[in-house]
């Protein structure tokens, strides 16, 4: 069965990366909870998709002078306890208004931003009680930028891992990053004992070094095999969604991860973003694990996922 990857954890329903949002992803049953890893400037290692602050968070009305020339304000330049300090916030547009306006509101609640070993620690104490074994999937966010900034997060994560009891391969973990290079380095040079997932994104994301259009192709899978388990692409990248007749076909990167033995976990299954194609969030999933035949999806909504897997 595929597995069902808690993206941000629960974050269709509660602020992502909180705890209560990671809490609420355990509860409903997901089999991996994520984590995207980015640095403070005290070199903390801290739970946020971005390397930014401003979109979830309050910071903008805590620390209004700290941003840098861009307008934005990044993690790297607060320390840890000033991360504390602010309130976590459902995530919104550059205009403040929110990014899914159906979900948790907009500018409240009570929480907080996290630091990865107070999540590790919830995980841990969460399957020890209820005797599951739920896993982690941590992200390796912009390591070309946090070298650019000083601090080279990869071994700091690994010894986070290994210190939380995390051994090898036979512990639930993934560690997944969009840079290509890192991943390599991952394996080759930090020996990374974890399975590791290549996220494949679009160059025009600017979201790493690596081109991803090379990466798609034969020999970049080929590439990708020789030192990752599997791929994290987008769901665009697996299927042709817009088609002339209007239904969805699988495209040929399925078939190329297959041939090349690599799982396939592809991003981002929103029941209140259902892409062109599809009638539905149902009718999207199914065709993902039936006709793809992926080996596990990231979703806002795990307990959506799971029960259409369940049926
Ligand atoms: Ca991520």
């Keep these: ?104 509101p907009a500018r409240s609640g009570d929480f907080r931003i996290n630091t990865l070993a107070e999540e590790l620690e919830l995980v841990g104490a969460l399957n020890r009680q209820f005797g599951r074994n739920a896993g982690i999937y941590p992200e390796i966010k912009r390591p070309a930028w946090h070298k650019s900034e000083g601090v080279d997060i990869a071994p700091l994560l690994l010894e986070q891992l290994q210190s939380a009891g995390y051994e090898g391969r036979d ?30 994104g679009d160059n025009s994301w600017g979201e790493s070094p690596t081109d991803y259009d090379a990466l798609r192709s034969p020999e970049g899978i080929a590439s990708v095999a020789e030192v990752a388990d599997g791929i994290g692409p987008h769901l665009s990248h697996l299927a042709e969604l817009e088609t002339v007749d209007g239904v969805p076909v699988v495209g040929p990167l399925a078939g190329l991860a297959a041939e090349a033995g690599l799982l396939m976990h592809p991003y981002t299954f929103r029941a209140d973003d259902v ?22 999806l990231f979703t806002d909504f795990p307990d959506r996922v799971i029960s259409l897997l369940e049926d």
């Design 1 to 104: 069965m595929a597995l069902v990857i808690a993206h941000r954890g629960a974050s269709g329903y509660l602020p992502e990366h909180t705890l209560a949002a990671k809490t609420l992803a355990f509860e409903m049953g997901a089999d991996y909870l994520e984590q995207d890893i980015v640095a403070s400037r005290d070199d903390e290692l801290v739970v946020l998709h971005d390397v930014h602050l401003d979109r979830v968070s309050d910071v903008a009305l805590k620390f209004p002078n700290r941003h840098r020339a861009d307008g934005r304000f990044y993690a790297r330049d607060f320390d840890l306890e000033e991360i504390r300090q602010l309130q976590a916030w459902e995530r919104m547009n550059a205009d403040g208004t929110a990014v899914y306006p159906d979900r948790y």
């Design 275 to 296: 892409p062109p194609g599809f009638a539905n969030f149902d009718d999207l999933v199914q065709f993902f694990v039936r006709e793809v035949g992926v080996d596990g």
């Design 171 to 200: 512990d639930p973990v993934f560690v997944q990053c969009f840079d290509a290079d890192e991943v390599r380095r991952l394996k080759v040079e930090l020996g990374c004992p974890y399975p590791l997932i290549q996220l494949i």
